[in-house]
């Protein structure tokens, strides 16, 4: 039973999304920005599918601020699910700037999503599918103060490394793995790396590490193993 629960919560984790209640719903719907509202049910077997294809998305567009992607629990929140014809699950629905009417996503996948988000908010992503997390500095503080964190100094669009490749390492050991933008960040990456080249260095605490290995996830998780430790 146990091990089922974690697994379920595992399934509806979604790490670059707001949570959705009753309390906050209007501070996120029909406010100045545009929001993308993902209405799911933790016992939904479609919503555990799609799962994946939101927080595929909505890290696509992390670290941008000028929208709001948020979930709703709807078996916890019945009343607002039912308020903006959510409960149906998996629904995820566009709110265009102060409306409260929301417009239904119909498909999906990862690029349908992308489409929609698109169209609607007249917003391209961040980056693109099966890259890295990117996060602002002020991000990475705060993961650091819980989890050491494997920051990856490459540009959004023009990758310097095999992106895909590093995602292998995610979930594999208790490190946060985040991209930041050397060209956008000039300070933190002369603060990391010791040049504007990008890198990769491991944190923890006040401690770095620079990375300098092959960008495969069995060196990445070798040096983990070893270097984690150490710190």
Same mark, same amino acid.
């Given at each position: 039973m146990f091990l089922l629960f974690s697994q379920l919560t595992k399934q509806f984790t979604h790490p670059f999304s707001e949570v959705l209640t009753k309390e906050n719903m209007y501070t996120i719907i029909g406010q100045k920005k545009p929001a993308i509202i993902h209405f799911y049910a933790p016992d939904c077997p479609?919503?555990?599918?799609?799962?994946? *294809?939101? !927080?595929?998305v909505t890290r696509m567009y992390n670290p941008f601020t000028n929208i709001t992607f948020a979930t709703v629990n709807c078996d916890r929140y019945?009343? *607002?699910?039912?308020? $903006?014809?959510?409960?149906? #699950? @998996? #629904? #995820?629905q566009f709110f265009a700037p102060h409306s409260k009417m929301g417009q +239904?996503?119909?498909? %999906?996948?990862? &690029?349908?999503? #992308?489409?929609? *988000?698109?169209?609607n908010a007249n917003m391209l992503p961040y980056t693109s599918p099966n890259h890295l997390a990117y996060a602002k500095p002020n991000e990475v503080e705060k993961i650091l103060k819980e989890n050491p964190v $494997?920051? *990856? $100094?490459?540009?959004?669009? !023009?990758c310097h490394y095999n992106q895909t490749e590093i995602r292998l390492v995610e979930?594999?050991?208790d490190v946060?793995? +985040?991209?930041?933008? @050397?060209?956008? !960040?000039?300070?933190?990456?002369?603060?990391y790396c010791g040049s504007t080249e990008p890198?990769? &260095?491991?944190?923890?605490?006040?401690? %770095?590490?620079?990375?300098?290995? @092959?960008?495969?996830?069995a060196d990445i998780l070798a040096f983990f193993d070893e270097k984690v430790e150490e710190l």
């Open positions: 479609h919503c555990a599918e799609f799962s994946p *294809v939101w !927080n595929e019945k009343s *607002v699910c039912t308020a $903006f014809d959510g409960s149906s #699950t @998996p #629904t #995820t +239904r996503f119909g498909g %999906k996948d990862v &690029v349908g999503l #992308t489409k929609f *988000v698109k169209n $494997f920051l *990856v $100094f490459d540009t959004h669009r !023009n979930e594999k050991r946060d793995i +985040r991209a930041i933008d @050397p060209v956008e !960040n000039p300070k933190e990456v002369k603060k890198c990769m &260095v491991l944190l923890q605490g006040n401690n %770095k590490i620079k990375y300098e290995g @092959p960008a495969t996830s």
